[in-house]
Nanobody, 114 residues
Framework: QVQLVESGGGLAQPGGSLRLSCTAS????????MAWYRQAPGNQRDLVAT???????SYADSVKGRFAISRDNAKNTVYLQMNRLKPEDTAVYYC????????WGQGTQVTVSS
């Protein structure tokens, strides 16, 4: 069983920045693709960004050029740097580890509002 613990959510103003972190309890992290998803009220859970074990990244069109996913294998941690935040980025953000089984974090709320 792998536990994913997220942190870093909160309230930001439009145009501001936040950085999310997600730490895994298992070294399986090092060989796994990691992803961030988000879910706004009444919406489905959408993929935001992914990073492979080798460091290749991909992004949803809505966040390209504003968000950056990265990982620190020594710390079993994946990050999501979110810049130039918009109100439509408001959602619960979930960390995902893609192994033989998909693991999910508990979610962290991000609210973008003035």
């Amino acid at each position: 069983q792998v536990q994913l613990v997220e942190s870093g959510g909160g309230l930001a103003q439009p145009g501001g920045s936040l950085r999310l972190s997600c730490t895994a309890s298992s070294a399986i992290f090092k060989i796994s693709t990691m992803a961030w998803y988000r879910q706004a009220p009444g919406n489905q859970r959408d993929l935001v960004a992914t990073i492979t074990a080798g460091g290749s990244t991909s992004y949803a069109d809505s966040v390209k050029g504003r968000f950056a996913i990265s990982r620190d294998n020594a710390k079993n941690t994946v990050y999501l740097q979110m810049n130039r935040l918009k109100p439509e980025d408001t959602a619960v953000y979930y960390c995902n580890l893609r192994g033989y089984v998909n693991y999910w974090g508990q979610g962290t709320q991000v609210t973008v509002s003035s």
